[in-house]
């Protein structure tokens, strides 16, 4: 099944609508699992501060999927605070797509393979599994965060969700910085495997039983210019 790989959803989805409409069916109902949270909330303050109608995050991400033609009532927020493991296994059963978006990528993995315990479930769906940003990065069985994206501001590894097992690495919210480009050469030069680098705007659709890969651009490939490998 497919794997839609996103920098920015809403930019995304805005230059490659029709692209994206092959894959997101009218009548598809979707599991939203906004848990890459800044800090630790709970069940209140995630409903009415974090993720409320009329927050900016609801509103992108909900407004986003309505615009691909999803109905709002096929739309299920999964509250990491107060469903609990049996209902959210139900949810992710039901639904036909897995929405993670983005934040915090060390908060949803806590959530999802510790509090939550639903890695193995995540890892082996044959749904469709939507990712922005950290979302995106976290289907990676290893992945890294460059100084500029990380709340730590440094450039680190971390472990993810192996959803994709490991075909390559990518970058979200590229920027044309010389130096920026040439940290990702040198990731993929180090680790002897490809880097693509998503910018707003960008998605890569991959087929995670096929192996096959689609760029929508803007995206670029760094491709390692030696063997070496260099253990993370």
Known sequence: MYSLLFSDFPKGVEKHYLDIRKYIKDNYKVAVLPWAFPVELDAEKFENEYFSKDTNRYQRYIGALKKLGIKEENIIICNCYKDDRDKLLNILEDVDVIFLPGGNPEMMYQKIVHDMELLYVLKHTKKIVV?????????????????????????????????????????????????????????????????????????????????????????????????ERIND
Do not use: C, W
């Open 131 to 227: 990712g922005e940003s950290a979302g995106t990065e976290l289907q990676l069985k290893r992945y890294f965060i460059t100084a500029k994206n990380n709340y730590y501001k440094y450039f680190a590894f971390y472990d993810g969700l192996g959803l994709l097992d490991d075909p390559f690495y990518m970058d979200v919210h590229t920027v044309n910085n010389k130096n920026y480009l040439n940290k990702l050469q040198k990731v993929a030069d180090e680790k002897s495997k490809d880097v693509y680098a998503i910018y707003d705007g960008g998605v890569i659709i991959y087929n995670r039983d096929s192996l096959k890969i689609s760029v929508l651009e803007p995206v670029k490939k760094f491709s390692p210019k030696r063997s």
